[in-house]
């Protein structure tokens, strides 16, 4: 009997790790990483939606990257400002939809123009998604999601007794996106470092050793295999899940 077919998850979260490390081991500065680094969002990109993924999201700066040295920090919104500028023809050409999380009014003017952009001339693509989280963490994703229900409750637009996970879900920057099903991290840190950490409560997690430079379609493809080896049982049992077992 043949395997059954493998199901692509829908939604794929990769935490991009390495960067650093692959320019380092070539006696090249720490930028040149995430220049080629960038390469690998634009492959990546693409890889996904030929291989059945719907939405993918990616850590792109986290709220504790403004630690990095001043000089690095620049480099990488650089980097971003010229990406998005570059990308806008072929997320049209491609139907690419782009959009954010996280806190993007902090970000320099020039990014926020061309995410703007961006967003707006891709909003009418709904069969892929490109997600980026920029100027993100998830414990500020609460801290947004708790003051904006507060306010609602204050407003008399939510009742407090009413609370539930489905209503609060609804503050979050992710309100109108789904879990995600595979969350990836590359450059062999098992880390989750802030991101997602409430959407990912029942994704399975893949922890690559390679470095994101490096990362290729077959990488991805490996990670989604071991994805579809996996048994979720969103709390369940074994036994629940079998088709015999059904009533
Ligand atoms: C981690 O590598 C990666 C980042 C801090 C951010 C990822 C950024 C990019 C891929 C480039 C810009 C993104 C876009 C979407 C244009 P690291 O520097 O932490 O690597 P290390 O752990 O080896 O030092």
Redesign the pocket.
């Known amino acids: 009997m043949s395997a059954p077919a493998a199901q692509a998850p829908a939604h794929v979260a990769i935490i991009?790790?390495?960067?650093?490390?692959w320019a380092t081991q070539r006696g090249l500065p720490?930028i040149e990483?995430?220049r080629r680094?960038?390469e690998t969002?634009r492959t990546t990109t693409f890889a996904a939606r030929d291989l059945g993924v719907r939405m993918l999201t990616?850590y792109?700066?986290s709220i504790e990257?403004w630690k990095r040295p001043e000089e690095e920090v620049g480099a990488?919104m650089g980097?971003?400002e010229l990406?998005l500028k570059k990308e806008l023809d072929t997320f049209v050409r491609d139907r690419v939809r782009l959009r954010t999380i996280g806190r993007t009014e902090e970000l320099p003017a020039g990014v926020q123009r061309v995410l703007r952009t961006t967003i707006e001339e891709t909003k009418g693509f709904t069969d892929y998604t490109l997600v980026?989280a920029l100027n993100y963490g998830s414990r500020t994703e609460v801290v947004d999601a708790a003051r904006a229900y507060a306010a609602a409750v204050a407003s008399g637009r939510e009742k407090l007794n009413d609370g539930s996970w489905a209503t609060f879900s609804r503050y979050l920057y992710t309100s109108d996106m789904p879990e995600p099903d595979l969350v990836i991290r590359t450059?062999g840190e098992t880390r989750i470092s802030n991101f997602l950490l409430l959407q990912a409560a029942y994704a399975e997690f893949v922890f690559t050793p390679v470095l994101?430079p490096d990362f290729t379609k077959s990488d991805l493809a490996a990670a989604i295999a071991d994805f579809n080896r996996r048994e979720r049982r969103f709390g369940r049992t074994s036994a629940q899940l079998k088709p015999a077992a059904a009533k």
């Open positions: 991009m790790d390495g960067n650093g490390r720490r990483g995430h680094g960038v969002v990616l792109a700066f990257n990488l980097l971003l990406y980026l450059s994101w």
